[in-house]
Antibody, heavy 122, light 108 residues
């Protein structure tokens, strides 16, 4: 079965760029009609969708973060990545990667990675 | 700030039933399908329900989902201590994926 694993620095300085990678195992990132998403969760708070990418490279981002977000995919490594620029303390959160399935009017996320905590602090 | 509103908490004794509501509008729940996720303490969310009422393989039928108008409901019957978790609804809103505010389920 497909599994996802996030990796990247756990500490990022303010104004710098947060970079995370999600490695997909147990299946090809290119198989099936799935999108690959990033979602974050500040401590004690709810879930916020950041964006998604298809293996063609097509992306969609949350408008609230769009100016700072870049999601890319490397099918040869079965990975996709997140870059969030000009970070502040408000970007401190657990970051999850997840596989997203879409149908007309329908979206669901399954499976999810275990999550990685990124703290923005000097 | 989420556009989907859930009660902050619900509770019941073991073996009882709880329901969790997810209230939205015509731009989200009213015209799209709803999914539900369970987040056990310290873990990642897990898909429980998709397309309003479908369960992925491996999810027991104690969990059920429904939708009416601009609201959706998750039901958990035969409540177990292992069901203590946060639960989130999710759907589309103007081509943006959105989640509910989350509900903490406590087993008394």
């Amino acid at each position: 079965q497909v599994q996802l694993q996030e990796s990247g620095p756990g500490l990022v300085k303010p104004s710098q760029t947060l970079s995370l990678t999600c490695t997909v195992s147990g299946g090809s990132i290119s198989s099936g009609s799935y999108y690959w998403s990033w979602i974050r969760q500040p401590a004690g708070k709810g879930l916020e969708w950041i964006g998604r990418i298809y293996t063609s490279g097509s992306t969609n981002y949350n408008p609230s973060l769009k100016s700072r977000v870049t999601i890319s995919v490397d099918t040869s490594k079965n990975q996709f990545s997140l870059k969030l620029s000009s970070v502040t303390a408000a970007d401190t959160a657990v970051y999850y990667c997840a596989r997203a399935a879409y149908n007309w009017g329908s979206v669901w996320f399954d499976p999810w990675g275990q999550g990685t905590l990124v703290t923005v602090s000097s | 700030q989420s556009v989907l509103t859930q009660p902050p908490s619900v509770s019941a004794a073991p073996g009882q039933k709880v329901t969790i509501s997810c209230s939205g509008s015509s731009s989200n729940i009213g015209n799209n399908y709803v999914s539900w996720y369970q987040q056990l303490p310290g873990t990642a969310p897990k898909l429980l329900i998709y397309d309003n009422n479908k369960r992925p393989s491996g999810i027991p039928d104690r969990f059920s989902g429904s939708k009416s108008g601009t609201s959706a409901t998750l039901g958990i019957t035969g409540l177990q201590t292992g069901d203590e978790a946060d639960y989130y609804c999710g759907t589309w809103d103007s081509s943006l994926e959105v989640f509910g505010t989350g509900t903490k389920v406590t087993v008394l």
